[in-house]
Each structure stands twice: as structure tokens, then as C-alpha cells.
């Protein structure tokens, strides 16, 4: 209840702060969604495209083609009007009579399960609209910047925004676009993988205990609280043409700037939101590449889903550095940052033992160590770059080999390899009513069921015997590490 109410109290907490200082608010920003011009064409069907995971099919139909159509209607006014041609009027609307829908009309767990579904759609809308004002709030708050300390701390990495800036240079228009619209498409790529995560709730109610949507909202609210402590814009502002007379010289990326080895706090021009440290592209990419590997039982993802995320992943790297958006010093700590939230949120049935605080105590003692190198020992970090450089990425494989160890090298031993081949019919152990078979493991679930409708008694455990057996391989599982079992 209190995160209920805490969303409209925020919304209306910015919206005050945004009339304040004179720009675009939440709330304005949401009703023109609803009536006006949409900022954003994706977002909104992203946001009704992750609410229809919890209707049925004719629901879904129903509501797909009503936003369409809502769509056209409103984009040809405007267009008669002599308006620009967008679209994200509809989707907005239709997700607002989906919730009401669920809310007045249905009940049990198809409500819940409907609501639930509603309320992750508008939170990916909403966390745009918030976005957005923070952006805003960053420049206002922190009007210099410390760019010139993380262009020095870069030099240890070997300048990689200069090398991928004239990469693409080189490569031409083609790639560009191509790696534009990855890089602005990250919302859409994510609700591919919540969709497949969540493919199966509408007809179960069962939600997996962790899926992508949670941690693209945690990483939201956790990342830009950086942007304050260490506002930085980017190379493509302040060494390049961008920066509105602010900058410091047309240097990328054609030409590496000369170290200056006494960098200062710039006052930078309140165009540019101080939104580079860490980078929350490379964060949410990597944590759609994470969500890629695996089914929530642990068995391999489809093909197609695991080299969508490996592409995404890198075109997402080359774009962030190649456009100029970022420093490569920027990417380590949102990598890890991201391994630091998803450690925090992964496999919640585990609760929080030694083998999570651990990881998520050492991510975060790693961040901070990050930034507290970049900002106060920039200087020697340039003038040492092979060994500076080492360390940023040995603390960067630090990471990330304790995140492998402990969340992907090692099955649970509770769950069994067949439990999610598509042999053992894991779609349909998701798809079954959540008062069925609850508390059991999927695999003595099917088995039983199988059995039962089959006749057949042999070459499987009596059904007692599985029980017993699965509550023994589970009776310590409960905030326990891998090793411990």
C-alpha cells in the first residue's frame, strides 16, 4: 500500500519542482500522452505490450486492436491539423481501461494477475516521466561538471570513445543508423525478454520470482542517485561541438585532448544533463544480456533469445562510445552496478545469506572504489595507464567472476536439467493453475500429472517417495550458498 501511494505522491512532488524551475513536469508529460503529443512513440507500446502478459488472448486482440486504432484516429487529426505524425495516444488509453477493467469487473486470481500485470506497464511509463525531470533536477543541482577528471582517469583504458568515434568514422552511415537505433530502441529489446519471461502467467498466475522488469526499475531508481554524486556529461560536450560555447576544444574524436594534470569542476552549460556516471545504457543492456541466458529454471534460453542479447549487448557498448556519450570508465561502473542490483534481486527464494551479501557488499565496495579513483587519483591514473588501467578491470572481472560463480556455474540442486527442456513440458508446469501442485517442484509436478493421465506407475519414484525426496534436496535451501549444498 505504501508503494502505491508512494508513486502519485512522487509524481506530484516533481511535477512541483518542474513548475518551479520551468520545465516540463511528470504530469504534464502524462497528459499529453493521454491528449496531446506523445514524447516518446516506443515507450507507451512498450508499456501496454508488457500489460497484456496478464489477459487472455481474446484480451489481448481486443486491446491491440483498439490502441491501433486509437492511434490512427488521433495521429490523423493531428496531421489535419498540421501537426507532426506520431503515434503512443493509444496504448496509453487502453491501458488505462485494461486496469479499470480488471479492477471493477474481474476478481480472483485473474484480477491480480491482470492488475499486477497493468501496474508493471504504467511503471515503465511512468519511470520515463520521472526520468526525464531528474534529468533536469541533475543540471540544477550539480551545474559543474567532472568531466575533466574522468577524461584523465579514461586515458588508463586507452581513450575508448576516440578509438570508437572514429571507428564508426570509418564504417560510414550504415552501421551508424544501425547502432542509433539500438541504442535508442533498449526499451523495446527488454520487452521481447520480459514478454518471453512472463509468457505464461496470464493462464497460471504464476510469476517467476525474478524477471527483467524488476531490474531495470530497481537499476532506474538506484543509478541516476549517482548522476548527483558524480555529474559528468560526456565527450561529444565538452571536446566536442555540442557543448553550446561551453566546451573546452573540437577535439573528438578526431584527436585525443593533451592531458591537463590539473583538472578542475567545469561550469557547463544547463543543456546537458549530468547523466554519464554510471552509464545506465550499459547497465540495462547488460542486464537484458543476463536475462538471455537461462529460463528461470536454470536450462539454456532459446538460441534466438540468447544472440539477441548478445547483440544488443554490443552494439549498446560500441553506441555509447561511439556517439560520444560516454566514457569507457563510464561503462565499467554501470557494468558494475548492474551485476551489483541483479545479485541483489536474483533468485529471491534464496533470501539474503552470506553468498548474497557478500557479492552485493563487494559490488558496491568495487563502485565506490571506482569513482573515489576516478575523481582523486585521476592524475596518477593517467600517468600510469597500463597499471591503472589493469586494476579497473581486474575489479571489473572481480565482479563479474563472483556473480558467474555463485548465480550461473552451478545448477540448484533442487532443480532438475529436465525440468525445463521442452520435453518436460515446462510451459504447461507454468501454465497450470496456481493452487495446483503448489509447493511442488515442476519436475515431481509433471511427473505425477503425466503419470496419472497415462496409467502408468513405473520408472518413476512413488509419488510420496518424489515429495519426500524434493523436500529433502530443499530443507536447507532457504538463504543458503551454492556451496553449501
Same mark, same amino acid.
Given at each position: 500500500m505504501l508503494a502505491v501511494l508512494a508513486v502519485p505522491a512522487l509524481l506530484v512532488a516533481l511535477q512541483g519542482i518542474a513548475h518551479w524551475r520551468g520545465y516540463e513536469g511528470p504530469l504534464e508529460s502524462l497528459f499529453r500522452d493521454y491528449a496531446g503529443i506523445p514524447k516518446s512513440m516506443t515507450v507507451p507500446w512498450a508499456g501496454l505490450v508488457l500489460a497484456l502478459v496478464g489477459v487472455a488472448n481474446r484480451y489481448r486482440v481486443i486491446a491491440l486492436a483498439a490502441a491501433v486504432g486509437i492511434d490512427l484516429v488521433y495521429a490523423g487529426v493531428r496531421l489535419a491539423l498540421g501537426g507532426p505524425f506520431t503515434v503512443g495516444n493509444g496504448p496509453v488509453l487502453v491501458l488505462t481501461g485494461l486496469a479499470v477493467l480488471a479492477w471493477w469487473r474481474w476478481s480472483g486470481r485473474r484480477r491480480r494477475t491482470a492488475l499486477r500485470a497493468a501496474a508493471l506497464g504504467a511503471l515503465l511509463i511512468l519511470a520515463t516521466k520521472v526520468g526525464d525531470v531528474w534529468l533536469h533536477i541533475t543540471v540544477d543541482l550539480r551545474p559543474r561538471v567532472l568531466d575533466q577528471y574522468v577524461m584523465l582517469a579514461d586515458h588508463a583504458l586507452g581513450d575508448p570513445a576516440w578509438v570508437m568515434g572514429r571507428v564508426l568514422q570509418v564504417l560510414g552511415p550504415i552501421p551508424e543508423a544501425v547502432l542509433h537505433w539500438v541504442y535508442i530502441e533498449l526499451p523495446a529489446a527488454a520487452i521481447v525478454v520480459a514478454v518471453w519471461q512472463l509468457r505464461a502467467v496470464a493462464a497460471g498466475g504464476r510469476w517467476p520470482g525474478h524477471y527483467l522488469v524488476r531490474t531495470f526499475l530497481v537499476l532506474g531508481?538506484?543509478?541516476?542517485?549517482?548522476? !548527483? &554524486?558524480?555529474?559528468?556529461?560526456?565527450?561529444?560536450?565538452?571536446?566536442?561541438?555540442?557543448?553550446?560555447?561551453?566546451?573546452?576544444?573540437?577535439?573528438?574524436?578526431?584527436?585525443?585532448?593533451?592531458?591537463?594534470?590539473?583538472?578542475?569542476? /567545469?561550469?557547463?552549460?544547463?543543456?546537458?544533463?549530468?547523466?554519464?556516471?554510471?552509464?545506465?545504457?550499459?547497465?540495462?543492456?547488460?542486464?537484458?544480456?543476463?536475462?538471455?541466458? $537461462? $529460463? =528461470?529454471?536454470?536450462?539454456?534460453?532459446? #538460441?534466438?533469445?540468447?544472440?539477441?542479447?548478445?547483440?544488443?549487448?554490443?552494439?549498446?557498448?560500441? @553506441? #555509447?562510445?561511439?556517439?560520444?556519450?560516454?566514457?569507457?570508465?563510464?561503462?565499467?561502473?554501470?557494468?558494475?552496478?548492474?551485476?551489483?542490483?541483479?545479485? *541483489?534481486?536474483?533468485?529471491?527464494?534464496?533470501?539474503?545469506?552470506?553468498?548474497?551479501?557478500? /557479492?552485493?557488499? =563487494?559490488?558496491?565496495?568495487?563502485?565506490? #572504489?571506482?569513482?573515489? %579513483?576516478?575523481?582523486?587519483?585521476?592524475?596518477?591514473? =593517467?600517468?600510469?595507464?597500463?597499471?591503472?588501467?589493469? !586494476?579497473? &578491470?581486474?575489479? &571489473?572481472?572481480?565482479?563479474?567472476? %563472483?556473480?558467474?560463480?555463485?548465480?550461473?556455474?552451478? $545448477? $540448484?540442486?533442487?532443480?532438475?536439467?529436465?525440468?525445463?527442456?521442452?520435453?518436460?513440458?515446462?510451459?504447461?508446469?507454468?501454465? @497450470?493453475? =496456481?493452487?495446483?501442485?503448489?509447493?511442488?517442484?515442476?519436475?515431481?509436478?509433471?511427473?505425477?500429472? %503425466?503419470?496419472?493421465?497415462?496409467?502408468?506407475?513405473?520408472?518413476?519414484?512413488?509419488?510420496? @517417495?518424489?515429495?519426500? @525426496? *524434493?523436500?529433502?534436496?530443499?530443507?536447507?535451501?532457504?538463504?543458503?550458498?551454492?556451496?553449501?549444498?
Open positions: 531508481l538506484v543509478g541516476p542517485l549517482v548522476y !548527483i &554524486l558524480f555529474p559528468v556529461v560526456g565527450p561529444m560536450f565538452v571536446y566536442g561541438v555540442d557543448g553550446n560555447g561551453f566546451q573546452l576544444g573540437n577535439f573528438w574524436p578526431g584527436v585525443v585532448p593533451p592531458l591537463d594534470r590539473s583538472p578542475e569542476a /567545469l561550469l557547463f552549460s544547463d543543456q546537458a544533463p549530468r547523466n554519464c556516471m554510471p552509464s545506465m545504457h550499459t547497465a540495462w543492456a547488460l542486464a537484458l544480456f543476463l536475462h538471455t541466458r $537461462r $529460463r =528461470a529454471d536454470g536450462t539454456l534460453a532459446p #538460441t534466438w533469445l540468447r544472440w539477441g542479447g548478445t547483440f544488443w549487448l554490443l552494439c549498446t557498448l560500441a @553506441a #555509447t562510445l561511439g556517439f560520444g556519450y560516454h566514457y569507457g570508465v563510464d561503462l565499467v561502473a554501470g557494468a558494475v552496478l548492474c551485476l551489483t542490483v541483479e545479485s *541483489a534481486l536474483r533468485e529471491p527464494e534464496r533470501g539474503w545469506g552470506w553468498f548474497r551479501v557478500r /557479492l552485493v557488499g =563487494a559490488g558496491a565496495l568495487v563502485l565506490l #572504489t571506482l569513482l573515489s %579513483g576516478y575523481r582523486y587519483l585521476a592524475v596518477q591514473m =593517467a600517468d600510469h595507464p597500463v597499471v591503472a588501467g589493469s !586494476i579497473v &578491470l581486474a575489479l &571489473l572481472a572481480a565482479v563479474a567472476a %563472483g556473480f558467474h560463480a555463485t548465480w550461473f556455474a552451478r $545448477r $540448484r540442486a533442487s532443480v532438475p536439467l529436465a525440468a525445463g527442456s521442452d520435453a518436460a513440458r515446462t510451459d504447461e508446469f507454468l501454465a @497450470a493453475p =496456481a493452487d495446483i501442485g503448489a509447493g511442488l517442484p515442476a519436475a515431481v509436478y509433471l511427473r505425477k500429472k %503425466g503419470s496419472a493421465s497415462r496409467g502408468e506407475t513405473a520408472d518413476v519414484l512413488p509419488y510420496s @517417495a518424489a515429495v519426500s @525426496a *524434493a523436500e529433502d534436496s530443499t530443507a536447507g535451501l532457504r538463504g543458503e550458498p551454492v556451496e553449501s549444498r
